[in-house]
């Protein structure tokens, strides 16, 4: 099973959820083709009632941990009650392109030594 299918089959076993889209993103990102990194993750769910987001986001990574531990380098979230899905206009923000950060970029700060 491919990591995209592991992350749709947890979540669905672990929420009731009304609205649940989880799109690979690492095609935006400094990967190989065809990784399986980078995740956006919407989740429209009553269980989120009452929650705060760090609460909601504290759930989502509990029942991802094994994916995240394994090579999911990065998760966008965004987790609704039904309300506040409709008060959205049933939509997510886009997520930003990759602006680089690969080691191998010279304009990275953390390839600059401190002594130079």
Same mark, same amino acid.
């Given at each position: 099973?491919?990591?995209?299918?592991? *992350? &749709?089959?947890?979540?669905?076993? @672990? #929420?009731?959820?009304?609205?649940?889209? *989880?799109?690979? &993103?690492?095609?935006?990102?400094?990967? %190989?083709?065809?990784?399986?990194?980078? #995740?956006?993750?919407?989740?429209?769910? %009553?269980?989120?009632?009452?929650?705060?987001?760090?609460?909601?986001?504290?759930?989502?990574?509990?029942?991802?941990?094994?994916?995240?531990? @394994?090579?999911?380098? @990065?998760?966008?979230?965004?987790? #609704?009650?039904?309300?506040?899905?409709?008060?959205?206009?049933?939509?997510? %923000?886009?997520? %930003?392109?990759?602006?680089?950060?690969?080691?191998?970029?010279?304009?990275?700060? #953390?390839?600059?030594?401190?002594?130079?």
């Amino acid at each position: 099973m491919d990591v995209q299918k592991t *992350i &749709e089959a947890k979540l669905s076993q @672990a #929420f009731d959820s009304q609205v649940m889209m *989880i799109e690979n &993103e690492s095609h935006k990102h400094n990967v %190989p083709p065809n990784s399986e990194s980078h #995740f956006k993750v919407t989740l429209v769910s %009553p269980a989120f009632l009452g929650q705060s987001k760090v609460k909601r986001h504290q759930a989502i990574y509990q029942v991802l941990a094994a994916e995240l531990a @394994a090579g999911v380098h @990065a998760l966008a979230m965004h987790p #609704f009650t039904p309300e506040e899905w409709a008060a959205q206009n049933q939509s997510t %923000p886009d997520s %930003p392109n990759c602006l680089g950060g690969s080691k191998n970029d010279p304009g990275a700060s #953390f390839n600059k030594r401190a002594d130079s």
